[in-house]
Each structure stands twice: as structure tokens, then as C-alpha cells.
């Protein structure tokens, strides 16, 4: 039998390497290649238009922006948070000392049910740090609400969110920050890199401390900060990738269009669909399988595919709250998760990305739809 072409689940948006060159080559002869140079400075302005926002900073990851808010605003104690994420935005409490106390998802979005949220609140809870899940808005104005009732910070773990907009205005406005991931996976990437957006001078001013070890001019440490200033190259290279990144959101709807059209009617199978309002970036295709309805499970149909050659992903499984250094929590308990593990236990994205081909999308499908 001919060996099919790889169908991997994701695939880096690359910028033009001639103009990349061209940059680089600007680069070379300034010679000035990190520390708050022109394209990192241009890259901040750049993403704060696109974005819809006033203040951002990047950073080399996505992961030090959520640890650098939970300094910058000097969270202490315990926060709310979901255990279906990737593990950085669990680990980014542990990092600070903090108890995750994990609150079980909604079914509907895959996102903190804030309807759960009230019920962990202790004498000690200081922060809710809930997760946009594949892109797809949480509950912001009840969340919102919660923690002005019980004097609660809210940082949003918005790494999966570049470029969705909620009746037209940024979901980053919402809460007191958000983080953003710029990972070679992500809808826009600098390689690696991240981003934290405040709303006001003032924290922006702190966060830039903070990202430079605390730097205050030359001589002056105002804080114990740490390094995660991104470079010249990644902040050029991201200049670049921000002009295509409509192009790539438009073919990722396209996609998603297409699976959902062949995946809807299919029993067993569960397909999310866009939001009212809401302005997707179709980061991720999520697809649930009930095992009982499709007569097959999770599991069998994710190494089906890969006998295939088409490579899904079991994202988010298992669930933070089952690793080692969370499950001995009491939040961790499976019984106080039950929606988030049955979804861990049926969910695959499929593959997403920009130049996925009708083809490919037809050999993705063959291996789903009987
Ligand atoms: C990718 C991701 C991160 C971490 O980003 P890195 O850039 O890889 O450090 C954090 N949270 C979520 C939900 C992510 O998907």
C-alpha cells in the first residue's frame, strides 16, 4: 500500500522569507538586536491596534506573562481556575506559590462554569484565572460580576483568543489582563513568544519592570523582576506574520465550515458552532465523541486516524487536575469535575490550520464519518 502524506494536527504560519531577509539585514546593520529595539517597539504598537487594546507587552513565551500578572498584581493565597487547559496556566500559579483550587467547566464552551465559581470562594481566594478554551469567549460579564461582589482580581488566560472580538470590541478587554501565547502552534506566531495586555500606563510601566528584572533606568531595581523581554528577530518576524494573519483566520473558517458541514449530522459525534456576535479566530476544531452513540470510543477513533496518518490531538486530556503535582488537591477530586472529565475522555481536535487542502480535509473526514 502507498504511504499517505502526513496530515499533522497543526502547522506554523511562516512569513515571507525574502522579506524576513530584508529585515534581518536591517537588524544587522543597527546591530541592536533585544532590549526595547525599533521592531519590538512597533511590534507593541502594531498588536495594540490589531488587537482592539491600549497596553501590550511581549514577552519571549506565554507562559511568563501569566506568571508575571500574578506578581504584578500580587496575588497571594488561592485561585479559581479550570483544570481543562494546558498545563502552563496551573503551573503559572504553583511558579507563585499559589493553591489552584479548580471550579468544573460548561459543556457548552469548555470554559470555567461560572455558575461553579461562587461555591470555592474561601477567606483565601485573592484571583479567578479562567481560560478562553479554543478561542471561544468565557461568560466575562458574570465572571465580572462574581469578582466585584467578592473583591476578586480576574486574569484571563487568553492564549488561544488572538483576534476574537465580542460584538465587535476585544475579548482582551475583559478582567484586569490577559496573556497571550505566540507559540509556533497559535493562530499568530513569533516563533516562540508572548504577550501581557493591562488597561492603564500606570501597570504597563510595572509589567515592562518586571519583564527586565526590575530595571528602572540604569541604576534603580524598583522590583525582583525577571528576564522576558522578547528579541529583534521574533519581534520582526512577528511584524510580518501580523500581515497575513486575516488571511490565516479566513482559511480556518473555511476549514471549520467544511468539517462542520460533514460532521454535524454525524451521531455520536458533538461539532461546536460559532457564537452569536462573536468575531472566532478558529484556533482549534474540537470534535466530542460519546462513544455509546458513535460505537466507537475516543480513543479508538484518534489511533484510527493515526493508522491513517492523520494525526488529531487528545487537547486538553488528561486534565491538569490529574497530574502529579495537582492531584492530591481537594478541588482535583474527580467528583467535583465531572464535566471536565467526561470532555477530556471525548475530545480530539482535529487537524486546523492554513493550507489544509480540500483533499486533506477529505481524508480527515473519511476516517470519521462511516
Ligand atoms: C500555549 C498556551 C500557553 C503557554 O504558552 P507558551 O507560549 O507555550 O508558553 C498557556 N495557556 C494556554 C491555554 C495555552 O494554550
Redesign the pocket.
Known sequence: MEDKKMITVTSPLLPSLDEFVGYLKEIWKSKWITNNGQFHRQLESALAEYLGVEYVSL?T????P?ITALQALGIKGEVITTPY?????TH?LWWNGIKPVFVDIDPATCNLNPDKIEAAITDKTTAIMP?H?YGMPCDTEKIQAIAAKHKLKVIY?A??TFGVRVNGESILQAGDMS?L???A??VFNTV???ALVCHDAETKKKIDFLKNFGFNGETEVVAPGINSKMDEIRSAYGLLNLKQVDQAIEARHKVADYYRQALRQVKGVKVFEDMPGVRHNYAYFPILINAEEYGMSRDELYFKMKDDNVLGRRYFYPLISTFDTYKGLESSNPANLPVATRIADQVICLPMYYGLTEADLERVLNCIVK
Open positions: 514577552f513565551n506565554g507562559t511568563l501569566l487547559s494546558f498545563v502552563a496556566t503559572a481560560v478554551c488566560d492564549a488561544h496573556t501565547s505566540f507559540h502552534t497559535k516562540e513568544g508572548g
